[in-house]
């Protein structure tokens, strides 16, 4: 069974800087794309970046530049490290795995696509 835990979240001033972790169990597919999604209040989930089991990575254009998304395969920790945070990147963040996806990681934005998700952290950040 995947299991998935955020942490990490805090509440930081404008133009600080965070990392949250998500670490993952309970499955050995080699064939996956793990992805950090975030929601507002109000607003829907949206895709904020991803990473393939290939090392690939991929993010919404409101954070690129700004945030990395990277893993450390002997821990299974999958990493969001946020710099130059913003009022707007106030959210719960949400770790998500899309397990043998058939296209790769092409639609990894879609929430759709993935069945596992972490509890969410919460990310605050004030002007």
């Known amino acids: 069974q995947v299991q998935l835990v955020e942490s990490g979240g805090d509440s930081v001033a404008a133009g600080g800087s965070l990392r949250l972790s998500c670490a993952a169990s309970g499955f050995t597919y080699r064939s996956r794309c793990m992805s950090w999604f975030r929601q507002a209040p109000g607003k829907e989930r949206v895709g904020v970046a991803t990473?393939?089991?290939?090392?690939?990575?991929d993010y919404t254009d409101a954070v690129k530049g700004r945030f990395a998304i990277s893993e450390d395969n002997t821990k299974n920790i999958i990493y969001l490290e946020m710099n130059s945070l913003k009022p707007e990147d106030t959210a719960k963040y949400y770790c998500?795995?899309?397990?043998?996806?058939?296209?790769?990681?092409?639609?990894?934005?879609?929430?759709?696509?993935?069945?596992?998700w972490g509890q969410g952290t919460q990310v605050t950040v004030s002007s």
């Open positions: 990473i393939s089991s290939g090392g690939i990575t």
């Open positions: 998500a795995a899309m397990i043998n996806p058939y296209d790769g990681c092409r639609s990894w934005g879609t929430r759709a696509r993935y069945k596992d």
